[in-house]
């Protein structure tokens, strides 16, 4: 992973950087864990990033469309100069035009999910606007970490955004993967597709913590895919013992 982006910065590493805290990430998935078009278990993940439907800035956008084009058509009809031709049809409608096809927009543009594997490695997630959602093994995606601006030009944040690896331009496989702390999100992430270790820290996956401890100790705790700043233990001190005695790790 050594392509640069747009901005010059090395795509994050394949490491499990810091701990996912339950204020920043966890917390979203017990939120989130009764939503039908999600899945987390010890197999897959699948995660509803953005769905179509009601959008507040494109019904914001829409009803600012409306009143925009109520006050230019009033303050032509009181003008002693208005002309009812065409041109003053496509002056009062262009911007109610363009505001309501925005907002039909959230209404057409499809549900856009993140989907990890974490037995196969392969991540699918979505592309921007019309695209198909793009497909690649976990190890040749390439993520940022994004700085943001807002609207005074000053620094709002970052986020973690995907870019197609093999094409950096805007479109088919380039998304934002997390709106914020992408150095969490992304140590969430890569500690998901690590199949050798636990399962990450969050709720949803407490069922299946079991299971998938038994399917590692059965291959015998081997070595984790990924390297890690923190300590990646099992859920108890029994289980904890085990692997050190299995598996040397």
């Known amino acids: 992973m050594t392509k640069k982006s747009w901005w010059k910065e090395a795509p994050l590493p394949f490491k499990i950087l810091t701990y996912p805290t339950d204020e920043n990430v966890t917390k979203w998935f017990e939120q989130e864990s009764d939503n039908k078009k999600e899945t987390f278990n010890q197999e897959q993940f699948k995660l509803l990033l953005a769905s179509k439907g009601v959008s507040i800035g494109a019904l914001c956008f829409f009803v600012l469309g409306i009143f925009v084009t109520i006050i230019f058509t009033v303050t032509t009809l009181f003008s002693d100069v208005a002309v009812f031709d065409i041109n003053f049809f496509w002056g009062c409608a262009t911007f109610f035009i363009i505001s309501a096809l925005f907002w039909l927009y959230s209404f057409a543009i499809p549900n856009k999910i993140l989907t990890l594997n974490r037995f196969t490695g392969i991540m699918t997630y979505p592309s921007y606007g019309f695209y198909p959602h793009f497909t690649t093994t976990f190890t040749r995606a390439t993520v940022y970490r994004v700085i943001m601006s807002g609207a005074d030009a000053t620094l709002a944040g ?4 995907a870019r197609n690896p093999y094409d950096s331009g805007v479109g088919r496989g ?7 702390d992408p150095e969490e999100w992304w140590s969430f992430y890569v500690w998901y597709m690590d199949k050798n270790r636990p399962l990450p820290p969050a709720k949803a996956f407490d069922e299946y913590r079991e299971q998938d401890f038994e399917r590692r100790k059965a291959e015998g705790f081997p070595k984790p895919l990924y390297p890690s700043n923190i300590p990646t233990p099992e859920a108890t001190k029994e289980q ?3 692997r050190k005695k299995i598996g040397g790790w």
């Open 158 to 161: 970052a986020k973690l955004t």
């Open 174 to 180: 380039n998304y934002d993967l997390a709106d914020s």
């Open 240 to 242: 904890q013992a085990e």
